[in-house]
């Protein structure tokens, strides 16, 4: 069953692969006008502009460049950005590294933050769990750009204890890496901690009111490991999932938070390259978002296939 | 509010970058240290954009974006704050010919960064690449040929006159910053490495694009004395609440400030130097009505400057790091007429009527597109936008997010007023930009001929001197009782700097902070 | 979010059946009544309305218009002329909130329609064909599903020029998904219920008859997710606004508010507030009526939920038991194991609801007694209250309840946690949910064992191994290394068993251990529980509504009825000379005793609920002895005979095989 599990998985990944792109494609082909009237301006002879199309593979039908760019892709090579005229595979290649960082740092600090509040809660119907509740809603409700916003100018501006921009390469300094990437993972996790420890109360309130609960208490188990051993295990399961919702929700706060933070990762390169219309550089970064969508799945389908003995031992 | 960069600019305009400005103010600014130089160790800098290419021909120029070229090339001529030059790869340099014929005679000895050595052919060589593909290869309209005409100098033939080579060819012009010749073989290695002979050189190891560009002290450079630190970085830091803050917690030494931050700056303890670094306003290419046939008639167009409430326009927008204009120039430069400064008071009532009287009681419509790297940005637009609306004018705003954008929809034909930046250079330059009929801001071609014969005098005659200040008074008397356009505001650079961070320096004629010229103070 | 209403959790049902499937399906009417009585979805909803009217009406509530300026008063805080102050242009913020508000929620309205619609219709449609259709169209949403639609909207944005109505309905198809599987889920259930194809039958168009039962059906959570995918739009398209992309200036709307708020933040931090707590109010309000509404549909059916009636009830009588009530053996008479007494359990706040009174028994060690009542008896309750596992809402508002000569409610929470499993075991009804699914079943064993004993690992292991073999198992290391979900019922019940037996209990507490068992197995599990109680000489007390059972296993019998004990006594006297007419009355409805071609022998009436005890007997209403006594004041426990105990002042009469 795992087997099939993953085997869908990549069945759903290439196809997204093979799309995306042809996405970015048409997408593209609808604008009116092409890049090359941006880069040469309106005012080029029309010999300018026909040879630039041509150098660029721009005079090709539409399912012929897709073709090239995909076996182009296939290889490793990208194309070069309208802009800087650099490989858009070097520019990824150092904005992946600063992407992830933040997005898996706010990846763990949700599911291990939230977690831990959320089981830590599970047991209580009073206060603690009615606040739980309450922050849970709160953390949907504030939006990241604002709390970003707040964070700085608290954190930074004020109290100066936190840098308020930029990003340190870790292999500089650990400790400055980690420090730039506090107060940007703290606005990105923000709502996922809150909706993580209420899901996670949640599935451990159903768990805990299952029949096998009752009976390993009845039987002596001690009370922590029927809590975190048992319930956790349990109500694990669809929390996994939850997780992998998360971080794709993640990537798209990544783009804004990024660009508050001036991190030179994925999301600020998009959001450059989306106004300046440096298409090559949209499509690699499309095809990396994509890529990253599809690591995360297929690591949650294992995942929860490892977690539930259901699926794994068939 | 503060626009504080430009956006990329596309490789083959055809119309003049924009300088960069960001706002400061006329009275707040407290004296750049001044104290005894000592060699430091790493100075960085924040700028709010990283460059448009390393590639000197490829980048923008104004500030922030000319540091990065500034640093690792030397000029041909330097131009120092107060308008004043000095030599730099070129050691002397002079017009003849009626201002058809430009000679230089370069500097001996000097060495590029890759070791090759600086030549005429060196010069000849990028000056005809720059004609080819550089970002402002406009400004070489004029540029029949260019010529080693010795092992060590270099002719430049006009094929009409043009006065403004000398500040084509500063720092600042962009033009002038060679690098060596093997360099302009290749342009594509200069999008990552720099090969000039200034004072630092790009440590490529180090620099992380788009994050932090580090520029080490260049050992071959021939003016050793004035290669203040080991080290400067410039860091990529767009927000200027995130500037701020680091300039506070020391990670940064200077950056270019906004208005808004600027009291907050002095607080913290660090320096606020600020001088007028350009104009704002509007300008009005559709003079010949061709779009909205009203802005034809004078009157109408004098309209548009009585319905702006200058004053509370400028406190607004620049806070009070600007002042309000009314002409092209600031006081203290070329071309500046004291009496114009009341040629347009604050008056709604007489803009309606002039507005009745040219037979638009009702108003009318135009389209205002909004320029990106004016100082003020949008703000300043809208402010203008909704003044107008008091006296019927409607302007709906259009903001291209990107110069090639604006670019592609203002040579679209679509647009007869844009928000401009009046420059600092001599007004000359500014005249042919905005009222010769080929001009690059002149986008509808509208003619002006009561100044066409005062630009053919200009263009010949030896700029600088009191003749040809008198000639461009003449023509700031004629543009501004014309209202040729709408200035609106003299906007302020403001640079934040540490306390211990001297030669911070710029004025009116020349805002262009340098930080080659920086240095620590004991 | 806590009820108004006074709630009881489904303790009502002990024998823990799991809550319905498909959520209940209520009335359009009584769904909106509850939500405009919703503590938190009625200020939810007012606000939202409230907001939407206001912004529809920016134009004549605004005081200013959005984009007018005013030199003289820039960057102000909150002053009469301008109630949540200027902006740097000096233009009226409360102006510009309103009309920013009609761009934004526009954009939400336009997102929110198109996941509805295309959700909704390509639901109805994927469900309805069925086959290559719906397989086709499942994947192509699982694709989008899997899109990450920033790349998508980012792409948008750069192509089409910061164009937002383009963003926000490429936002609304790529949200389209969850609203897709709800229709579909709904759309399928339906589409295999019969009465559709009767409908086919009688030639009514069958797409009309899907929709028109679908939407009923689904309405539930399909407003429920537009409600979080409104707050969720807003938050995706605040934060893109934001960075500049989709509306530029002069247009204000809320995400570039911010935007305009963070640039003046030195000079002006009141400008942060009113358009980043406006978005975080809207989107705060979307998500709690989602909430809500999720509570008002009965999408959350956690265990039945049944609202009581604040009557008060009788108060319980004092008991009157004599020390020892077990029948002579002629060996000295032993301490009991268990002795409980006078024992009542309640529910509910303030524990107003009485659900087991006066309850007492006696298990001498090595007995088995087995407590017999149909559901609703109280009989679990009363075995959880011993453990000390009552459902939550649960107390034990008086008795006594002596192991070993201590009282258990006496202890503290610890001890008596340490009581369990080391003296107290426990074996459950449903063998299938009784064991943890996660880990095998020496995991499980082997924890427990340590639990009680700290063994090496090699001796835990042959202790598994023992256990399991104790229990019957025939290949106890393969069993050991199986899953719960790999073995059989019967299996598993042995496993419950052996866990119950890992700390070598004094006494074994089974609820209704053979009740979900089929009769073969049934038979081997008692005669598994009699061979223990031999061996080991355990106490066995059985929680039952099978007589048969408990006349199989046991030595005494307590026959409780609605929350009371009404019969107490060794099963072969209670069996053959029932003293109490419930006891009676279960006897003669065995199944068993029916006779061909005649209606199954049942007892008349139903069971009080216990809201609803009467001050008298609580069998009363249905027994054939009952006179004006039985019903006029509680009936205390009697000794008729011997050992025995019966709840009933007409026992003589029933000995006698009188009626009345």
Redesign the interface.
């Known amino acids: 069953m795992l087997v099939r599990v993953i085997a869908r998985r990549v069945v759903i990944s290439v196809t997204l692969l093979v799309i995306i792109p042809a996405l970015t494609f048409v997408i593209e082909a609808l604008t009116p006008g092409n890049a090359a009237d941006f880069l040469l301006g309106v005012s080029a002879t029309p010999e300018q502009r026909a040879a630039l199309n041509h150098q660029l593979g721009l005079d090709q039908p539409l399912w012929v460049r897709y073709l090239t760019w995909m076996g182009r892709f296939l290889h490793g090579d990208l194309g070069n950005s309208l802009f800087t005229g650099e490989p858009v595979s070097q520019g990824l290649a150092s904005w992946l590294p600063v992407s992830l960082s933040l997005l898996i740092g706010a990846t763990l600090v949700t599911v291990v933050v939230g977690v831990a509040i959320g089981a830590a809660s599970a047991q209580h119907t009073g206060g603690i769990g009615r606040l739980i509740d309450s922050l849970s809603v709160l953390g949907i409700a504030v939006p990241n750009f604002w709390l970003a916003v707040v964070l700085v100018e608290v954190f930074a501006v004020t109290f100066r204890i936190l840098p308020a921009t930029g990003y340190v390469q870790p292999q500089d300094s650990l400790i400055e890496w980690g420090l730039s990437l506090v107060l940007p993972v703290v606005a990105l996790a923000f709502a996922g901690v809150t909706a993580v420890a209420k899901q996670t109360r949640d599935q451990m309130k159903d768990v805990l009111d299952r029949d096998f609960i009752r009976n390993l208490r009845a039987n002596g188990v001690h009370e922590r490991s029927v809590i975190y051993r048992h319930a956790l295990r349990n109500a694990s399961i669809p929390i996994v999932t939850v997780i992998g919702q998360l971080f794709v929700g993640a990537l798209a706060g990544s783009v804004v938070v990024e660009n508050i933070f001036v991190l030179p990762g994925l999301g600020s390169a998009a959001v450059q390259a989306a106004t300046s219309h440096d298409y090559p550089v949209i499509q690699g970064i499309s095809v990396y978002f994509t890529l990253i969508v599809i690591a995360v799945n297929v690591i949650v389908d294992i995942a929860y296939g490892w977690l539930n003995p259901q699926v794994r031992s068939l | 509010m503060c626009f504080r960069s430009l956006a990329r600019l596309s490789t083959l305009s055809a119309l003049a970058a924009v300088v960069v400005l960001t706002l400061s103010a006329c009275g707040g600014s407290t004296a750049p240290s001044s104290g005894k130089a000592v060699p430091g160790d790493t100075l960085t800098i924040a700028s709010s954009t990283p460059p448009i290419s390393l590639n000197p021909a490829l980048n923008g120029n104004g500030v922030p974006l000319m540091w990065f070229a500034a640093l690792a090339y030397e000029p041909l001529i330097v131009r120092n704050p107060d308008n004043t030059t000095s030599p730099g790869l070129a050691t002397s340099w002079k017009y003849s010919d009626g201002n058809k014929t430009f000679t230089l005679e370069l500097r001996p000895g000097v060495k590029f960064s890759d070791g090759s050595d600086l030549t005429a052919e060196a010069v000849v060589k990028f000056i005809q690449y720059y004609q080819k593909s550089g970002t402002f290869a406009f400004n070489l309209a004029s540029l029949a040929s260019v010529t080693a005409t010795g092992p060590l100098e270099v002719t430049f033939h006009l094929s009409s006159p043009d006065p403004l080579y000398p500040y084509y060819l500063d720092e600042e012009g962009a033009v002038g910053n060679i690098p060596s010749e093997a360099a302009t073989e290749n342009p594509a290695e200069m999008a990552t490495a720099t090969f000039g002979a200034g004072p630092y050189m790009l440590d490529t190891a180090a620099t992380v694009p788009n994050s932090s560009y580090v520029y080490t002290a260049n050992p071959t450079f021939f003016d050793r004395a004035h290669v203040h630190w080991k080290k400067i970085i410039i860091k990529i830091i767009a927000d200027d609440n995130a500037a701020l803050a680091a300039l506070r917690s020391g990670q940064i030494q200077a950056a270019l400030g906004d208005a808004t931050d600027a009291d907050a700056a002095k607080a913290a303890g660090l320096n606020v130097t600020s001088e007028v670094g350009g104009m704002t306003g509007v300008v009005i290419a559709d003079r010949d009505g061709k779009i909205v046939p009203a802005l034809k008639d004078l009157r109408v167009r004098q309209a548009l400057n009585y319905a702006i409430d200058r004053v509370g326009l400028t406190r607004a927008v620049y806070r009070s790091y600007g002042s309000p204009t009314m002409q092209y120039k600031p006081a203290g430069t070329d071309g500046y007429v004291a009496a114009m400064d009341s040629a347009y008071p604050y008056n709604v009532t007489k803009a309606k009527q002039l507005l009745a009287e040219a037979g638009y009681p009702n108003g009318f419509t135009i389209q205002l597109i909004v320029q990106p790297g004016v100082p003020g940005g949008t703000l300043l637009a809208q402010a203008m936008s909704q003044e107008w609306e008091q006296i019927g004018v409607h302007a709906p705003l259009t903001a291209p997010a990107t110069f090639s954008d604006y670019v592609a929809k203002v040579l679209g034909g679509g647009y007869g007023v844009t928000t401009y930046v009046y420059d600092y250079q001599p007004f000359i330059w500014e005249l042919n930009e905005l009222f010769s009929p080929t001009g690059v801001y002149n986008f509808l071609g509208a003619k002006t001929p009561a100044l066409d014969a005062l630009r053919a005098q200009i263009n010949s005659s030896d700029l600088g001197s009191p003749a040809a200040n008198a000639l461009e008074q003449q023509a700031m008397t004629y543009a501004v009782q014309n209202a040729l356009s709408v200035p609106v505001s003299a906007a302020n650079f403001i640079v934040f700097s540490a306390k211990n961070i001297g030669g911070v320096a710029f004025t009116p004629s020349f805002p262009i902070p340098d930080p080659t010229q920086w240095y620590l103070t004991a | 979010?806590s009820n108004m209403l006074e709630t009881l959790d489904s303790v009502a049902d002990p024998s823990?059946s799991s809550p319905t499937q498909l959520p209940e399906r209520r009335s359009h009417t009584s769904v909106l009544r509850r939500l405009l009585t919703h503590p938190v979805g009625l200020p939810a909803l007012v606000f939202l309305v409230l907001v939407i009217l206001a912004v529809i009406a920016a134009p004549a509530l605004a005081p200013y218009k959005p984009?007018?300026?005013d030199?003289?008063a820039?960057l102000t805080t909150p002053t009469g002329k301008h109630l949540l102050g200027t902006d740097?242009?000096?233009r009226d913020v409360l102006s510009r909130l309103l009309y920013g508000g009609q761009i934004s929620l526009e954009g939400v309205a336009e997102t929110v329609l198109v996941a509805l619609g295309l959700g909704f219709v390509l639901g109805i449609i994927s469900g309805y064909l069925g086959g290559g259709v719906d397989a086709v169209l499942s994947r192509l949403i699982?694709?989008v599903m899997?899109?990450?639609?920033?790349?998508?909207l980012?792409?948008?944005?750069?192509?089409?020029?910061?164009n937002e109505h383009l963003a926000m309905l490429t936002l609304g198809v790529l949200s389209a998904p969850t609203i897709f599987r709800v229709t579909r889920g709904g759309a399928l259930t339906i589409r295999h219920q019969s009465y559709i194809a009767s409908a086919q039958i009688t030639g009514v168009r069958s797409f009309t008859i899907m929709v028109r039962h679908v939407v009923p059906r689904i309405y539930g959570p399909l407003i429920v997710n537009t409600s979080i995918l409104a707050?969720?739009t807003l938050?995706?398209q605040?934060?893109?606004n934001?960075?500049?992309?989709g509306v530029?200036?002069?247009a204000p709307s809320w995400?570039g508010m911010?935007a305009?708020?963070?640039?003046?933040?030195?000079?002006q931090?009141w400008l942060?507030v009113p358009?980043?707590v406006t978005?975080?109010?809207v989107?705060?309000a979307f998500?709690?009526l989602g909430?809500a509404l999720r509570d008002v549909t009965g999408e959350r059916g956690?265990?039945s939920r049944v609202s009581v009636g604040l009557r008060a009830q009788p108060e319980p009588t004092i008991g009157d038991y004599p020390r020892s009530i077990t029948e002579p053996t002629g060996i000295a008479q032993a301490e009991p194991l268990l002795s409980v007494r006078d024992l009542c359990v309640a529910f509910g706040s303030s524990a107003r609801l009485r659900v087991v009174q006066d309850v007492g028994f006696d298990v001498l060690p090595g007995e088995a007694v087995g407590i017999v009542g149909e559901s609703g008896c109280g009989k679990s309750v009363t075995a959880w209250s011993i453990?000390g596992?009552l459902a939550?809402g649960g107390q034990v508002t008086s008795g006594t309840a002596l192991f070993d000569g201590v009282d258990i409610f006496a202890l503290s929470l610890r001890e008596r946690?340490?009581?369990?499993?080391?003296q107290?075991?426990?074996?459950?009804q449903?063998p299938m949910?009784?064991?943890?699914?996660?880990?095998t079943v020496g995991d499980q064993l082997s924890?427990?064992v340590r639990?009680?004993e700290k063994l090496p690992r090699a001796a835990t292991r042959e202790r598994v191994i023992e256990l399991l073999t104790q229990v019957g198992l025939p290949d106890p290391s393969d069993v050991a290394k199986r899953?719960p979900?790999?073995i059989s019922g019967g299996m598993a019940q042995r496993v419950?068993i052996a866990?119950?037996l890992?700390?070598r209990p004094k006494l074994l507490?089974a609820d209704e251990p053979t009740t979900a068992l089929d009769v073969t197995v049934q038979a081997e599990i008692l005669e598994l529980l009699r061979t223990l109680q031999r061996e080991r000489g355990m106490a066995i007390l059985i929680i039952t509504h099978d007589l048969g059972v408990v006349a199989d296993l046991c030595s005494r019998a307590v026959v409780m009825y609605a929350g009371e004990v009404v019969e107490i006594g060794p099963v072969q006297d209670l069996v053959h000379a029932p003293l109490h007419p419930y006891t009676k009355a279960l006897l003669a409805s065995n199944p068993a005793f029916g006779k061909y071609g005649e209606p199954l022998p049942a007892i008349t009436g139903t069971v009080p609920a216990p809201a609803q005890w009467p001050i008298g007997c609580h069998f009363a209403d249905r027994c054939a002895y009952c006179i004006d006594a039985c019903t006029t004041q509680p009936i205390p426990l009697l000794i008729p005979a011997g050992q025995r105990l019966a709840r009933c002042i007409r026992t003589a009469d029933l000995l006698e095989g009188a009626n009345v």
Not at chain 3, 146 to 152: F, N
Not at chain 3, 154 to 162: A, C, G, Q, R, T
């Open positions: 979010m823990g984009q007018a300026v030199f003289s820039v740097q242009l000096g699982e694709v899997a899109v990450p639609a920033i790349v998508i980012l792409m948008v944005f750069s192509v089409f020029n910061n707050g969720l938050g995706i605040g934060g893109l934001f960075i500049g992309l530029t200036p002069p995400g911010v305009e708020a963070q640039q003046s933040l030195q000079e931090p942060i358009s980043g978005t975080g109010l989107i705060l998500v709690l909430d956690r265990g453990l596992l939550s946690a340490r009581l369990r499993g080391k107290i075991g426990f074996v459950s449903e949910t009784s064991l943890d699914p996660c880990f924890e427990l639990t009680h899953y979900h790999q419950s866990a119950a890992a700390g507490v």
